[in-house]
């Protein structure tokens, strides 16, 4: 078993060896257990399911207490929504800093509020207290749900061999979003006021919601098969997710991905300023939506996203290569390994120590 990692989520390996094997008393009501690179878990309430998924209260005050709040929401409501179902309840736990001011709770928690309100979620049960020990960005835990029927919903592990691959907004959103809001006087000094101000709006794309929502339409597994946001370990770890739960293959055309200039420009100028080199497409990409779509159903698919003005694109194809992700060039095939380090976290880092002192 390898050793848990200084930052960021466990290894597989860990997941098979430790935590999978020790899931309490799990009846045959659950029907999605809990798998690496599956959204969501589902259980069965006889004619209906419920929809279900946890996850950690990540606030960043450096953000602005508004930009927190979506953030935190779409977090849970994006995973929720790779399911094809909208969100609709949440139970949520705050466990604040000790040093966080009434009026900034008031805001952050206002924020909260509305976003729900936008996202028809009703905020159910919860818990709120201040505690030693704790500290930014991890003030507790929430878990966000809904319902769905029988079979109206889809996972990462209903891909089948012959759909198509649709990628959503490119890569590396989340790292860029972040990099350009927390560090937005270094982006302007690179490229000046204007680009750092549209670079600065990449952060209210780290959701799938809408694409997710909008897949959904045209029909779930016979439509669209399986969704997955592609967070940690980006698009490169999003495929993987997908190929490993559903134990297929999927093949990627070099000559379909594609980046938003923001996104390419903010990721080259960190890594020059850092000296770390970073693949976009291995960099966390919370709001960048991987699906598998029925063959048939693709072009309708992409028009409706890009009416939406979503970016999308077919990258590619799922096979029967049980578990790989290859892509091809000019006609030659490599095989894309599971990034064993998201390059976002290393560079984040550095520009923290690069930049204050």
Not at 34 to 42: A, E, L
Not at 88 to 112: C, H, R, T
Not at 115 to 130: D, I, N, P, Q, S
Not at 166 to 189: D, H, R, W
Request: hydrophobic content about 40%.
């Amino acid at each position: 078993m390898s050793e848990l990692p200084r930052l960021g989520k466990l290894p597989p390996d860990v997941f098979e060896e430790v935590i999978y094997p020790n899931l309490g008393l799990v009846g045959s009501e659950v029907l999605v257990k809990p798998n690496h690179g599956v959204d969501v878990g589902v259980v069965s309430l006889g004619d209906i399911v419920l929809i279900v998924k946890s996850d950690p209260v990540f606030v960043v005050p450096e953000y602005g207490w508004e930009r927190s709040a979506w953030f935190a929401v779409h977090i849970l409501a994006s995973d929720v929504s790779t399911s094809g179902v909208a969100p609709k309840y949440l139970a949520i736990d705050l466990n604040l800093p000790q040093s966080m001011k009434k009026e900034e709770f008031v805001k952050l928690w206002k924020g909260i509020h509305n976003e729900c309100r936008k996202l028809g979620v009703a905020v159910v049960t919860g818990h709120t207290g201040k505690y030693e020990g704790i500290d930014y960005p991890m003030i507790g835990g929430a878990t966000m749900f809904t319902v769905a029927q029988k079979d109206g919903y889809v996972t990462t592990e209903m891909a089948k061999p012959g759909d198509k691959v649709i990628m959503t907004k490119g890569p590396a959103i989340e790292a860029a979003g972040i990099l350009s809001t927390m560090f937005p006087k270094y982006v302007e000094e690179k490229y000046g006021k204007e680009f750092a101000l549209r670079a600065r709006e990449l952060f209210y794309l780290q959701s799938v919601v809408e694409d997710a929502l909008i897949l959904a339409k045209i029909g779930l597994r016979s439509g669209v098969t399986s969704m997955h946001d592609a967070t940690e370990y980006g698009v490169w770890g999003a495929l993987h997710d997908v190929a490993r739960a559903s134990k297929v293959g999927i093949k990627v055309m070099k000559e379909k991905l594609f980046m938003k200039e923001e996104v390419k420009k903010v990721i080259n100028a960190f890594s020059e300023l850092t000296g770390i080199e970073a693949d976009p497409f291995a960099a966390i990409s919370e709001g960048t939506l991987i699906a598998t779509v029925k063959p048939q159903r693709t072009s309708e698919a992409i028009l409706m996203l890009k009416e939406k003005g979503i970016d999308a694109e077919v990258i590619g194809e799922v096979t029967d290569e049980c578990e790989e992700v290859v892509l091809i060039e000019e006609g030659k095939e490599r095989n894309i390994e599971r990034p064993k380090q998201d390059p976002f976290w290393p560079i984040f880092f550095k520009t923290i120590e690069l930049l204050n002192t």
